[in-house]
């Protein structure tokens, strides 16, 4: 199934990842892990099976792995002492239920610590502890899995939206994409948005209303009535939205939460000043290796697919993800693995979604 590369193709994809130095401690990021999920227009890009994700925990043991936490690797980074080059960690994005119902019971199995980071306006408006469903967990669950010594909850902002930043149109929605593009409706509607999916239609936006070109809620400078916001209006409005964030998150877990994970993977020193004025220290969007002479608050993250070579046995699924280690360890001759991988896949999944 692997095709040759061309030389030029494989060392523009190598100057891109910084020619990796061995050391780094690799963050792998998950998001959704279910059986299907049918009900996230982006399943494609960020749902994995269970089976893949219990072949993928099973994969770091036999490699001798030692999965650690976020917050461990933070203290050692800090203290500037060396790292164990056998360290993994492991972060889910976006609050998803079935965290709790599939991914946390291997994770358990196995023994291995995550973070779940989680946007306060998708907590679960439910109560209680549940046994199947699909959406986000409520707070009751949360609190839960925040108890358990190998879980942590962390912050993922509030809304994960989405804002146009210019008049260029991208797109118009219709009923065949308008949930691909929720992110863009989720910045205008203030309030829960826990169940977004169960809607009719993409209120406030009307079927036929453009997509302008936009970036994440906590970067880009607000385009709106024909004029875009000014950068103090822009840094004020993603403080006081950090704030709320981070106040909401709190006031479920009852206790302090530090560290926030950026929607999108996308942040600027603007808003990273603006989070750090809302209370937070630690951060995802490195694009480093988590190395000891690299921003100890940063974490940079390697983000993890399911059909990592497009479909086939769950073998394959096996040295995908062994080849996205130790791409992200510094072990360059698993590059060649991990772009064939990710064109292969590329071709199968060619429309993947905005989220991410």
Same mark, same amino acid.
């Given at each position: 199934m692997l095709t040759v590369l061309p030389a030029s193709a494989l060392l523009v994809w190598l100057g891109s990842r910084g020619m990796r130095r061995p050391g780094g401690v690799?963050? $792998?990021?998950?998001?959704s892990v279910a059986p299907e999920a049918d009900w996230l227009p982006w399943r494609d890009s960020i749902t994995v099976r269970p089976d893949v994700f219990r072949r993928h925990m099973q994969a770091l043991r036999d490699m001798g792995r030692i999965v650690v936490s976020s917050s461990c690797l933070r203290e050692r980074r800090d203290?500037?002492?060396?790292f164990d080059p056998r360290w993994v960690v492991l972060h889910f994005d976006?609050?998803?239920?079935?965290?709790?119902?599939?991914?946390?019971?291997?994770?358990?199995d196995f023994g291995h610590a995550a973070t779940i980071f989680v946007s306060a306006d998708f907590i679960d408006s439910s109560s209680g502890l549940r046994s199947h469903g699909i959406g986000y967990m409520n707070a009751d669950e949360l609190r839960a899995m925040d108890a358990d010594p190998l879980i942590e909850i962390a912050s993922h902002g509030l809304d994960h939206g989405r804002i146009? $930043?210019?008049?260029?149109? $991208?797109d118009h929605l219709d009923a065949g994409n308008w949930r691909r593009y929720? *992110?863009?409706?989720w910045s205008l509607s203030p309030g829960p948005k826990a169940r977004w999916f169960e809607a009719a239609d993409p209120a406030p936006l009307r079927l036929g209303a453009p997509i302008h070109q936009s970036d994440s809620k906590l970067c880009g400078r607000w385009w709106r009535d024909g004029a875009r916001e000014n950068e103090a209006e822009r840094d004020r409005r993603v403080q006081a939205e950090l704030r709320e964030a981070r106040a909401r998150l709190e006031? $479920?877990?009852?206790?302090?939460?530090?560290?926030?994970?950026? *929607?999108?993977?996308?942040?600027? *020193?603007a808003a990273r000043s603006a989070a750090e004025a809302a209370g937070f220290r630690s951060f995802t969007g490195g694009r480093g290796e988590n190395l000891p002479d690299e921003d100890p608050a940063v974490l940079s993250r390697v983000?993890?697919?399911d059909h990592a070579f497009g479909g086939g046995p769950l073998w394959l699924e096996d040295l995908g993800f062994r080849a996205k280690l130790g791409s992200m360890?510094?072990?360059l001759y698993w590059a060649p693995v991990v772009m064939a991988a990710s064109l292969i896949r590329r071709r199968r999944f060619a429309k993947p979604g905005v989220h991410a």
């Open positions: 690799p963050v $792998v990021v998950y998001h203290s500037g002492a060396p976006d609050g998803y239920l079935d965290n709790m119902l599939h991914a946390a019971p291997i994770l358990r146009p $930043v210019s008049d260029r149109i $991208v929720a *992110p863009h409706i006031a $479920v877990l009852g206790r302090e939460v530090r560290f926030l994970c950026w *929607p999108f993977d996308s942040w600027t *020193p983000h993890v697919h360890s510094g072990n």
